[in-house]
């Protein structure tokens, strides 16, 4: 103990003292403080950066960037042929951290893998429930149905992890590399519940990723070092510090005073003083969302895609755009999934705005009045549902449609909304969750998706044959062009009225390099460097 | 005395009541509930949604979530937090330090401008200082704290580079906190340049938190003194002959300074009110900013158990307020 203490202080009295002159030390300036460093127990972006993208790793990974899908922990993989057993071959000699409060003995193993996903279902295993942290509701791992697809987790030996699944679903491997897949110590683990200090687990991590946790000062501070054995290799910053600042508006008067080097979010009204700003690089990316108006199918005259193109050509969806979005800017939406997204197809056009070809269709089709919902809640894919209403509701009074607005809370206007009988238009939106492709179309339009989150109503049998077909099929070249000919289905049939993907964004400061917005919303700093 | 003591204490307990109603109630008045706010976006499966509503124990009736709520904290136990999962007490004390370090300096900044400009605009009762700073003592009563904090932000920060944007400390000081409080920590760890940095990291979110005290500590000591100064002790005073200085600066200010004693014990209230914004702008890790994310993710735990600290808090400090009071003013006892 006396030892453990001297240690201590002099480590303490070695950081006072040197401070981090010498080190190479990078500085985000984070939107809020992570709820714990456990992924598979939390579920927002922010808790997501502070854990699984700098602590941990996953079997599969995201290209850095991208939503594709490429090898992580895992070399390699096969997929068997009725699409039922994945096999993994994890990377040997992978070491998990070393830091003063965890000593691996042995390296990364099949026992590691089978163990992450263990303690997300099983509830005999001990840390899944109360005995680890109380009321835990691992919300991603049943949010992606995981329960349902996944049948069992084995260890071939200490390099290869098998695993089945109940039903093929191509997507699997893209839930693979989410945050809640990440790969935690078993040995840590165990030593932990040896000692009797579970929690612990969630407040100290210990991964495989790029950085290792130091210190977090709650609220405040968390410090990282570079990870010196790294399995992709040492990173070139040696420390990283997220400063927890939740005020946008001072978040980025810290970049633009030196404090920090990247700041994620700002105010759409300091979009202009950053454009300005010598020192920084304002950095942006269509988000992976989707901002939508659902039509009710079922329900006449709407059951016409004719009626409903007019519907959506009677919009002015520019000026919409720029009315809502402002400064921060949007991009149209020309398929459900955002052009970031792989298979999102190029030669698919939105309806183009034409009142007066509107006007003829909705007369004849004799549709007078239409319901237009709008709820209160801020969403990064539509920060103002009102005021779109009262733009949209102008834009069809003029095409003779009196659209009258019904608005709810926005718990309620969900549960509302998505009831099979629901009448007119609902505006809505989706943030994607792995970057594949099913995540959207089957999420959002599937028949099964009727009555929770298919707004529209909508069972197309063409357009469920290509997406059901793609989510059994493996081979991603092939998976490409079904979703490709599912969105042209989708632009002809208009279930809905699509809005825009809207921009995120990050300031940078210009010396800093290797920094990529992410379309998934994550904030990685693997491959980062700056230049003093 | 003691029996004062013991009646003002009884008087507290009806209080404590209402605030944990109004905690346990304000907080599920609110649409949403901590089971949707942590699915986000994806919602929740109805079936599942039950579930966890069994889990958490919140399709209990009512009366009986309350019921179990107050056993829990009459028992001493503040809960565990539904987010972070860390006991509520445990957040509380890591926190409490720097919401405290942050009030004492505003309290300070507050008092070492207020009372001698509230003395000084007595003195010049009607003079065009005495009537500007009253107009400016309105004007920072009413000062919406959020757009002061980043007003300033912008101008001493951005602009001219005087003060660090926010935060406690310059990130290249770590050291584990021994009391919580950077300024006295940094002393203890004999690092002046630390030190240095935790006051230029104080004087922002000093100044926004302590102006509104500052404004009432002005006209509370301006009013003060002028009711002093109409005394028939202090005419006497004038009569034989005192320098001006002497009447005002011992025989006034002295009786003058007991009201403005209890406004700055009562002005508690307004600081720890204040840092809920001021804190978030700063990033200041505080109870204030605590309470606030609490809030955005109906942590019910948190935001009943910290009110309830809070609340705690003040209520000692006004008993602390009021028996100091009635030792200074012995008047007050018998009412």
């Known amino acids: 103990m006396k030892k453990k203490l001297a240690f201590a202080a002099a480590l303490l009295a070695a950081s006072v003292l040197g401070g981090m002159a010498n080190a190479k030390t990078l500085v985000y300036c984070s939107e809020a403080s992570p709820a714990n460093f456990d992924p598979g127990t939390t579920t927002g972006g922010n808790d997501f950066d502070a854990s699984s993208r700098t602590v941990y790793s996953r079997l599969v990974e995201f290209k850095h960037g991208g939503t594709e899908v490429e090898p992580g922990l895992a070399d390699k993989w096969e997929i068997s042929d009725d699409g039922l057993v994945y096999t993994f071959h994890l990377h040997?000699?992978?070491?998990?951290?070393?830091?003063?409060?965890?000593?691996?003995?042995?390296?990364?193993?099949?026992?590691?893998?089978?163990?992450?996903?263990?303690?997300?279902?099983?509830?005999?295993?001990?840390?899944?429930?109360?005995?680890?942290?109380?009321?835990?509701?691992?919300?991603?791992y049943t949010g992606m149905d995981m329960?349902?697809?996944?049948?069992?987790?084995?260890?071939?030996?200490?390099?290869?992890?098998?695993?089945?699944?109940?039903?093929?679903?191509?997507?699997?491997?893209?839930?693979?590399?989410?945050?809640?897949?990440?790969?935690?110590?078993?040995?840590?683990?165990?030593?932990?519940?040896?000692?009797?200090?579970?929690?612990?687990?969630?407040?100290?991590?210990?991964?495989?990723?790029?950085?290792?946790?130091?210190?977090?000062?709650?609220?405040?501070?968390?410090?990282?070092?570079?990870?010196?054995?790294?399995?992709?290799?040492?990173?070139?910053?040696?420390?990283?510090?997220?400063?927890?600042?939740?005020?946008?508006?001072?978040?980025?008067?810290?970049?633009?005073?030196?404090?920090?080097?990247?700041?994620?979010?700002?105010?759409?009204?300091?979009?202009?003083?950053?454009?300005?700003?010598?020192?920084?690089?304002?950095?942006?990316?269509?988000?992976?969302?989707?901002?939508?108006?659902s039509y009710n199918t079922t329900i006449p005259p709407l059951d016409k895609p004719e009626v409903r193109h007019a519907l959506n050509q009677a919009i002015d969806r520019e000026s919409l755009i720029k009315s809502l979005f402002q400064d921060a800017g949007a991009t149209p939406a020309e398929n459900l999934i955002p052009p970031t997204m792989w298979s999102w197809n190029k030669d698919v056009k939105s309806d183009a705005y034409d009142p007066e070809a509107a006007k003829k269709v909705l007369a004849a089709a004799g549709l007078t009045e239409i319901q237009l919902w709008a709820s209160d809640r801020v969403r990064p894919y539509n920060p103002n549902f009102q005021r779109a209403a009262e733009l949209i509701q102008a834009d069809w009074a003029k095409v003779g449609v009196k659209a009258e607005i019904v608005n709810y809370e926005w718990t309620k206007y969900r549960s509302e909304g998505k009831k099979k009988d629901r009448p007119g238009a609902f505006q809505i939106g989706w943030t994607g969750d792995?970057?594949?492709?099913?995540?959207?179309?089957?999420?959002?339009?599937?028949?099964?998706?009727?009555?929770?989150?298919?707004?529209?109503?909508?069972?197309?049998?063409?357009?469920?044959?290509?997406?059901?077909?793609?989510?059994?099929?493996?081979?991603?070249?092939?998976?490409?062009?079904?979703?490709?000919?599912?969105?042209?289905?989708?632009?002809?049939?208009?279930?809905?009225?699509?809005?825009a993907h809207s921009q995120v964004y990050a300031v940078v400061r210009k010396n800093v390099s290797g920094f990529m917005m992410d379309p998934l919303g994550i904030h990685r700093f693997d491959g980062v460097d700056k230049a003093e | 005395m003691l029996k004062y003591i013991l009646h003002r204490i009884a008087l507290l307990i009806p209080t404590l009541v209402g605030i944990t109603i109004c905690a346990f109630a304000f907080v599920r008045l609110l649409p949403g509930d901590p089971i949707l706010a942590m699915a986000g976006e994806h919602g929740v499966a109805p079936a599942r949604y039950e579930e966890l509503k069994e889990q958490f124990g919140y399709n209990l009736p009512i009366w009986q979530q309350y019921a179990r709520y107050v056993?829990?904290?009459?028992?001493?136990?503040?809960?565990?937090?539904?987010?972070?999962?860390?006991?509520?007490?445990?957040?509380?004390?890591?926190?409490?330090?720097?919401?405290?370090?942050?009030?004492?300096?505003?309290?300070?900044?507050?008092?070492?401008?207020?009372?001698?400009?509230?003395?000084?605009?007595?003195?010049?009762?009607?003079?065009?200082?005495?009537?500007?700073?009253?107009?400016?003592?309105?004007?920072?009563?009413?000062?919406?704290?959020?757009?002061?904090?980043?007003?300033?932000?912008?101008?001493?920060?951005?602009?001219?580079?005087?003060?660090?944007?926010?935060?406690?400390?310059?990130?290249?000081?770590?050291?584990?906190?021994?009391?919580?409080?950077?300024?006295?920590?940094?002393?203890?760890?004999?690092?002046?340049?630390?030190?240095?940095?935790?006051?230029?990291?104080?004087?922002?979110?000093?100044?926004?938190?302590?102006?509104?005290?500052l404004a009432v500590i002005a006209r509370q000591t301006r009013s003060a003194m002028l009711e002093v100064l109409g005394e028939d002790y202090v005419r006497t005073a004038r009569a034989k002959g005192l320098s001006p200085s002497r009447v005002v600066g011992l025989h006034a200010l002295r009786n003058a300074l007991i009201p403005v004693v209890t406004t700055i014990g009562l002005q508690i209230g307004t600081l720890l009110a204040g840092a809920i914004l001021t804190e978030t702008i700063f990033a200041w890790p505080g109870i204030g900013k605590w309470m606030v994310d609490s809030i955005f993710k109906r942590d019910y735990v948190v935001v009943q158990s910290g009110l309830l600290l809070i609340a705690l808090i003040v209520m000692a400090v006004n008993l602390i307020v009021d028996v100091l009071y009635a030792v200074i003013n012995p008047r007050i006892r018998a009412a």
């Open chain 1, 147 to 293: 329960p349902k697809y996944v049948a069992k987790w084995e260890k071939v030996d200490d390099l290869t992890v098998k695993l089945t699944l109940t039903e093929p679903n191509a997507p699997m491997l893209a839930n693979l590399g989410m945050d809640f897949a990440s790969i935690v110590s078993k040995e840590y683990a165990d030593q932990l519940e040896k000692s009797g200090k579970m929690a612990d687990f969630s407040t100290k991590p210990i991964g495989t990723g790029p950085f290792q946790f130091v210190d977090y000062q709650l609220d405040s501070v968390i410090r990282y070092a570079a990870n010196p054995d790294y399995f992709k290799g040492k990173e070139k910053i040696d420390d990283l510090v997220f400063a927890i600042t939740p005020d946008a508006t001072a978040r980025i008067q810290k970049v633009l005073a030196g404090e920090c080097d990247i700041a994620p979010y700002p105010n759409p009204a300091d979009i202009g003083t950053i454009k300005a700003n010598q020192d920084v690089t304002l950095m942006d990316q269509a988000g992976l969302n989707i901002g939508y108006m």
């Open chain 2, 71 to 213: 056993g829990e904290v009459a028992t001493g136990d503040f809960g565990v937090s539904i987010s972070s999962k860390r006991p509520v007490m445990e957040e509380f004390k890591t926190l409490f330090p720097a919401t405290m370090e942050l009030s004492f300096f505003a309290m300070i900044f507050a008092m070492v401008l207020g009372i001698p400009a509230g003395i000084f605009a007595a003195v010049k009762r009607g003079s065009w200082f005495d009537q500007s700073l009253m107009g400016t003592a309105l004007v920072g009563y009413s000062m919406p704290i959020f757009w002061w904090g980043l007003l300033l932000i912008i101008f001493f920060s951005g602009y001219l580079g005087w003060t660090p944007v926010s935060g406690r400390i310059g990130l290249q000081f770590f050291f584990k906190p021994i009391t919580g409080f950077m300024t006295i920590d940094t002393l203890l760890y004999g690092k002046w340049d630390a030190f240095r940095s935790a006051l230029s990291h104080l004087v922002l979110p000093a100044i926004v938190l302590g102006t509104i005290p």
């Open chain 1, 92 to 140: 040997p000699g992978v070491k998990f951290q070393t830091t003063d409060f965890f000593k691996p003995t042995r390296d990364l193993n099949a026992d590691d893998v089978v163990f992450s996903f263990d303690r997300q279902f099983n509830k005999a295993n001990p840390w899944n429930g109360d005995k680890y942290l109380p009321n835990l509701t691992w919300d991603y």
């Open chain 1, 434 to 499: 792995n970057g594949d492709p099913d995540n959207f179309f089957a999420t959002l339009f599937a028949c099964s998706a009727i009555g929770v989150s298919n707004y529209s109503s909508w069972c197309d049998k063409d357009f469920e044959d290509l997406i059901q077909k793609a989510k059994k099929t493996s081979d991603q070249a092939e998976r490409t062009k079904l979703y490709e000919q599912a969105q042209v289905v989708f632009q002809k049939q208009a279930p809905a009225f699509l809005l």
